[in-house]
């Protein structure tokens, strides 16, 4: 691949020419659209650090969702903003909870949309840890029953599949027996197999009103540096029995999302979190940046790293712009 008789511009000098060689391509069957479900009737309060985001009640949600359903977007992911927390966060299990109302209102209304649920006990907790807290720090054996708790009660209320992102050990295997010994072996498990400690979740937590009154999730949740870790984390979800593994969050940690997909033989999904969306947006709304371009080539680049699934607030408009071509 020599100069003169190779030149790189003559493949890359043509619209069709681009076309014919490129490597990667997008799709709306990638995308998963992160919605949060807040109690009560008529809610609709836009989330001040994520534009175009809301907090809303089952019957807002019911109509966003057929939006997102005739974009050709597959499914959504479901976070709950329940009425009341307490320490053991029971209201993540609760049948007449939040997420169990929502969703089964959402199978009923819209049962061509694939609703996913989000399985942490952090939006329901008076503390805002990711489960139960004994002596300053999340009890990871307790923890796994409330997880199982809240898993088969979304599963219940009709939930097609469930993600756990709370990052404990072992939870994969509780859920998956727990799924299984009630007659939902067929629901799968989307783990947030890879998450790491992120400054990046910071908008997230204003959205579904989670954040830790002490301390941080470092406890629980992967350090920044480490990449072996990443490998290890995913092996265990694998072996439990986790049918789709996640890297969150997305850009920063590129490197992670093709490790994991050299690695393993599964679907591998990458969070595009709310950080990155607020970091956009922000930027787009002082003209500082193309929004639509800068989006697009963060999904592309997301399937380059080898994700098969994205989860991004970007996506029904991904999904416009994919449509308009
Ligand atoms: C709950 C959860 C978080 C996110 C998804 N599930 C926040 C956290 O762990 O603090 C972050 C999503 C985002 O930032 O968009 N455990
Ligand atoms: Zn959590």
């Avoid at 003169?4 to 020419?17: C, K, Q």
């Avoid at 985001?53 to 499914?75: F, K, M, R, T, W």
């Avoid at 909870?97 to 949309?113: D, H």
């Avoid at 639509?292 to 989860?311: H, P």
Wanted: glycine share 6%; hydrophobic share 40%; charged share 25%.
């Amino acid at each position: 691949m020599f100069f003169p008789a190779y030149r790189s511009r003559r493949i890359r000098g043509r619209e069709v020419f681009r076309r014919m060689v490129r490597e990667t391509s997008l799709s709306v069957n990638d995308l998963v659209y992160p919605m949060f479900a807040a109690f009560g009737r008529c809610v609709r309060k836009e989330v001040s650090s994520m534009p175009c985001i809301y907090q809303q009640s089952v019957d807002n949600i019911v109509a966003e969702a057929q939006e997102v359903h005739e974009l050709g977007i597959p499914a959504v992911i479901l976070f709950g903003i329940p009425e009341s927390k307490d320490p053991l966060g029971s209201s993540a299990f609760d049948e007449k909870g939040v997420i169990q109302e929502t969703v089964r209102e959402l199978k009923r209304k819209v049962p061509g949309l694939a609703v996913i649920t989000d399985v942490c006990m952090c939006e329901y907790t008076s503390h805002g840890h990711c489960g139960v807290v004994k002596d300053g720090d999340v009890d990871n054996d307790a923890t796994l029953e409330l997880l199982c708790r809240e898993a088969l009660s979304h599963a219940a209320a009709g939930a097609d599949m469930v993600a756990p992102s709370d990052m404990m050990d072992g939870r994969v295997q509780a859920i998956r027996e727990a799924l299984d010994a009630n007659g939902f072996a067929d629901i799968p498990i989307m783990s947030y197999a890879v998450k790491y400690a992120s400054g990046y979740y910071g908008p997230f937590r204003e959205a579904a009103e989670s954040a830790p009154q002490f301390g941080d999730r470092r406890s629980y949740q992967m350090d920044p540096a480490n990449r072996l870790e990443a490998i290890r984390e995913a092996a265990m979800d694998v072996e439990e029995g986790a049918d789709i593994i996640m890297v969150k969050p997305g850009l920063p940690y590129l490197d992670i999302v093709r490790e994991v997909r050299n690695e393993f033989n599964l679907p591998v999904a990458v969070y595009n979190v709310s950080g990155e969306y607020s970091m956009v947006k922000a930027a787009a709304k002082n003209g500082w940046i193309d929004e639509e371009r800068v989006v697009m080539e963060t999904m592309i680049a997301f399937k380059r790293a080898g994700a098969d699934l994205i989860l991004t607030y970007h996506a029904k408009d991904v999904a416009r712009i994919l449509k308009r071509g």
